[in-house]
């Protein structure tokens, strides 16, 4: 199907769309998922492995084109924290005929990786946004997360 043949589709669609194909993965890969569909803070699925003896939440980024979208304040400074439970999936859409791609980042990976894309941005602009200083939007270029890539080992739950 071409881009111009994609049925136009709006964002908060767009969002409901990655969150179910996240849940039908981890299902698909022998975890329990339950979504919030954005009534929960910062969690858009609880998962488990069948013993129930671990759980994750996963925030759901999700693109049909371009880059994924989010907000500076997401960013900050983390240490390693491989038992911290917490991760992002960003859902890949944009080849309609193809499966989605999924690239699974611990959060604390991803929230040290946005403050230092927003530094080196602001570093390039004498310390603050080109266009608007009051903007908070941050966009996640596919190659900064492409080491994420299928690594639904990192939750830990098959």
């Given at each position: 199907?071409s881009?111009?043949?994609?049925?136009?589709?709006?964002?908060?669609?767009?969002?409901?769309?990655?969150?179910?194909?996240?849940?039908?993965?981890?299902?698909?890969?022998?975890a329990?998922?339950?979504?919030?569909?954005?009534?929960?803070?910062?969690?858009?699925?609880?998962?488990?492995?069948?013993?129930?003896?671990?759980?994750?939440?996963?925030?759901?980024?999700?693109?049909?084109?371009?880059?994924?979208?989010?907000?500076?304040?997401?960013?900050?400074?983390?240490?390693?924290?491989?038992?911290?439970?917490?991760?992002?999936?960003?859902?890949?859409?944009?080849?309609?005929?193809?499966?989605?791609?999924?690239?699974?980042?611990?959060?604390?990976?991803?929230?040290?990786?946005?403050?230092?894309?927003?530094?080196?941005?602001?570093?390039?602009?004498?310390?603050?946004?080109?266009?608007n200083?009051?903007?908070?939007?941050?966009?996640?270029?596919?190659?900064?997360?492409?080491?994420?890539?299928?690594?639904?080992?990192?939750?830990?739950?098959?």
């Amino acid at each position: 199907m071409s881009d111009a043949a994609k049925p136009k589709l709006n964002p908060q669609q767009v969002a409901r769309a990655g969150e179910h194909f996240v849940a039908a993965e981890l299902h698909r890969r022998g975890a329990y998922a339950v979504t919030f569909a954005g009534n929960m803070p910062d969690i858009d699925i609880l998962a488990s492995d069948v013993e129930q003896t671990r759980t994750v939440a996963i925030q759901v980024k999700t693109s049909r084109s371009g880059t994924w979208q989010t907000d500076t304040r997401r960013g900050k400074t983390r240490a390693s924290d491989t038992a911290d439970g917490r991760f992002w999936v960003f859902v890949d859409l944009s080849h309609a005929s193809s499966p989605p791609a999924f690239y699974v980042v611990p959060e604390w990976w991803i929230q040290n990786d946005i403050h230092e894309a927003h530094q080196a941005y602001l570093d390039r602009h004498g310390g603050q946004r080109a266009r608007n200083p009051e903007s908070t939007h941050h966009s996640i270029k596919r190659t900064r997360i492409e080491q994420w890539l299928e690594r639904w080992d990192k939750l830990e739950l098959f």
